[in-house]
């Protein structure tokens, strides 16, 4: 019987555990894990909330994108939608439409998940779920008051494979959007956008409620 190619939880003893920082939004643990031999070491990480993030394809099958500056790695980058999960136990669906309308000031009629990944496992307990948005129109009404770096973004639609293109020449960096426009160009090379989870799956990694 060949290997099963499937992630699966699971979790080694911890026999202590402190916090050494704690941010706005996110801090740093400190864990003592005991290994297979029965050895332990010191594990340190960065503990998330979880995120969210929405590649909004429109019907000319171009891609709503953001550029804004990231200060951590002292670049300004093109991203899609993306935000915290701000409210433990927040329905990530609801999160990821707040988030394309508070950056981009768009709805979406049709949602699908598209992935869900772990963005850095070695360092970081971030959970993100990336979802598909199509049926797109402007929200009416004022928009939302932006600051900070969110003030200086700027919006562009570009054809999803000018994106994958930028991705494959080393152009683009940002997980979200790697994953996000590879996942969508893999989708529609294979089984289709019907194919996809419903906008509602489950996330063991970020249980919600409906």
Request: proline share 6%; net charge negative.
């Amino acid at each position: 019987m060949g290997i099963s190619i499937k992630d699966t939880a699971e979790s080694w003893q911890v026999t202590a555990s402190e916090t050494p920082f704690t941010g706005n939004k996110t801090s740093a643990r400190t864990d003592v894990v005991v290994m297979p031999d029965g050895s332990t070491v010191k594990r340190d990480y960065q503990v998330h909330p979880g995120s969210v993030a929405v590649l909004a394809l429109d019907e000319q099958g171009r891609v709503l994108v953001i550029n804004q500056y990231r200060h951590p790695v002292r670049h300004r980058l093109w991203e899609i939608p993306a935000g915290l999960l701000d409210i433990p136990g927040e329905n990530p669906l609801h999160a990821a439409q707040r988030e394309l309308f508070e950056e981009a000031h768009v709805k979406a009629e049709d949602w699908r998940v598209l992935t869900d990944v772990f963005t850095s496992p070695g360092g970081c307990d971030e959970a993100l779920r990336i979802f598909l948005a199509r049926g797109l129109s402007e929200v009416e009404g004022e928009r939302f008051e932006v600051s900070e770096e969110e003030a200086d973004m700027e919006l562009a639609r570009v054809p999803l494979a000018d994106l994958v293109r930028g991705v494959l020449d080393g152009e683009l960096h940002n997980t979200c959007l790697t994953v996000g426009v590879l996942a969508l160009s893999a989708v529609l090379a294979g089984d289709g956008v019907d194919a996809l989870r419903p906008a509602n799956a489950p996330w063991p990694a970020r249980p919600f409620e409906e």
